[in-house]
C-alpha cells in the first residue's frame, strides 16, 4: 500500500471562477492544510485540463500535497502528476492500473459495499465513498448511508474518504466510523477564505472524529 | 514512417444512431472499401466511450483496417486500438508520442503550414487538413484552401489527407494536389448504403485524383 495521507482531501471546482482567482483559491486550501488535491474539470477541452493541471501542479508540488486528476488518465500521464481518479463512468481501475503502473496513485468511487470491493481488489489506492450529504456539485447525486460507509470501511484495507456536502457543521455523522479522511468540494472551494475554511475543517475532523 | 494507407479514411459521427446501426454502418463501410477508421465521439463518459471502441475495434481487426481514436489517448489506450487523432485542442503530439510509444500511430489536424510543420516535427504520423469545404459535423468551420493544402503537402514528408465536406461530387477540386486520401465523415456515415458510398467515393478518387 502506498503512503497517502487522504485526511483533508481538497476537490475543486474552477466553474465559476476565473483562473488567477481559482489557482489563488487552491493555493489557500493549501495553505490551510488540505493533504490531497483533486482537479476535477468537465467542461474543459484536453489541451485546457493539461494547461490547468499543470498550473495547479505547481501549486501542490510546492505545497508537498499529491494531486490526482479526475476521469482523464491521458491528461494525468501527459501533466505528469501522483494520480488519478476514476468513477463509475470513467476507465476501469484494472485498465488505467495496467496503464498508469503501480506506482502511480489511482483512486476510485464507491456507493456500495460490492464497489468499494471490486475497485480494491482491482487496484484502487483509496476510495472516495458517498454522497454522504446532498450536494450541488453534481446534479444527479445518489446518497450513500453512513451504515454503509462504515460495512466498506470493514471490507477493504485501503483508505476510505467521505464525501458529500461535507463541512465543519455536519461531520459529527461521521463519528465512529474508522474513515480515512474527508472529502471537501464546496466547504473549502466557496468558502470567503479557503485557506481559513480548510483550518476549520481540519480542527472540526480532529476535535469531533478523532481524525 | 509507418506503413499506413489513409487513403479513404472513414471519421465516424454515431450521434444520430442506434448501437446497432452505428455498428452496422461501421461494418458496411468496411465492406466498401476504407483504409483506415477514427471514432470520433464527443458527448460520452469515458465508459461508453471505452466500450463503443472495443466494439468498433472488432468490426475494424476484422476488415484489417487500423482504428484510430479521436482526441482520447486514454481510451486508445485502454481500447488497444493502432492510433489516436490529436486536433489542435487535444494533447500536444510529442507529449502524447512519448506516453504512447513510437509504434503506434499519431494523427494530427492542421489548418497552415505551420501548424503542419509541428505536427510533423513533434511525431504526427499523418495529417487531416481542412475543411475544404463547410461541414455539418462541427459547429464552427475553418476552411482551409486548396493552396494551403498544396503548401501543406509540399513542407512535410508524411501522408496529408484532405478533410471536410468531401464527397464524390465535389472531390474534384482536389485534383493535382499530392495528398495521401481523402477523409470522409458525412459522405459515408450518413448515406443509404454506406457500402456503396465508400466504393463510389473510392471510385470518383481513382478516376479523378488517380489515387
Not at 4 to 33: C, H, M, N, Q, W
Not at 64 to 77: K, S
Not at 122 to 145: E, H, N, Q, R, W
Amino acid at each position: 500500500m502506498k503512503t497517502l495521507d487522504t485526511r483533508l482531501y481538497f476537490i475543486t471546482d474552477s466553474t465559476p471562477y476565473t483562473e488567477e482567482e481559482f489557482l489563488r483559491r487552491v493555493s489557500a486550501a493549501l495553505k490551510g492544510g488540505v493533504t490531497l488535491v483533486q482537479l476535477r474539470e468537465k467542461e474543459r477541452t484536453t489541451r485546457e485540463y493539461l494547461s490547468l493541471a499543470r498550473k495547479v501542479h505547481e501549486l501542490t508540488s510546492s505545497a508537498g500535497v499529491p494531486l490526482i486528476i479526475d476521469d482523464r488518465l491521458d491528461v494525468a500521464m501527459a501533466a505528469q502528476v501522483e494520480g488519478v481518479h476514476l468513477g463509475q463512468s470513467d476507465l476501469p481501475i484494472d485498465i488505467a492500473r495496467r496503464i498508469y503502473g503501480e506506482d502511480k496513485i489511482i483512486g476510485a468511487t464507491a456507493k456500495t459495499v460490492e464497489q468499494a470491493r471490486e475497485a480494491y481488489s482491482k487496484g484502487a489506492d483509496y476510495l472516495g465513498v458517498g454522497a454522504i450529504f446532498p450536494t450541488t456539485t453534481k446534479v444527479k447525486t445518489i446518497l450513500t448511508s453512513t451504515d454503509t460507509l462504515r460495512d466498506i470501511c470493514a471490507a477493504v484495507p485501503i483508505p476510505v474518504n467521505a464525501i458529500g456536502g461535507l463541512n465543519a457543521g455536519n461531520i459529527d455523522v461521521l463519528k465512529g466510523i474508522p474513515i480515512a479522511g474527508v472529502c471537501a468540494v464546496s466547504a473549502i472551494m466557496k468558502a470567503d477564505d479557503p485557506c481559513e475554511a480548510a483550518r476549520v475543517l481540519s480542527d472540526a475532523m480532529k476535535e469531533k472524529l478523532g481524525i
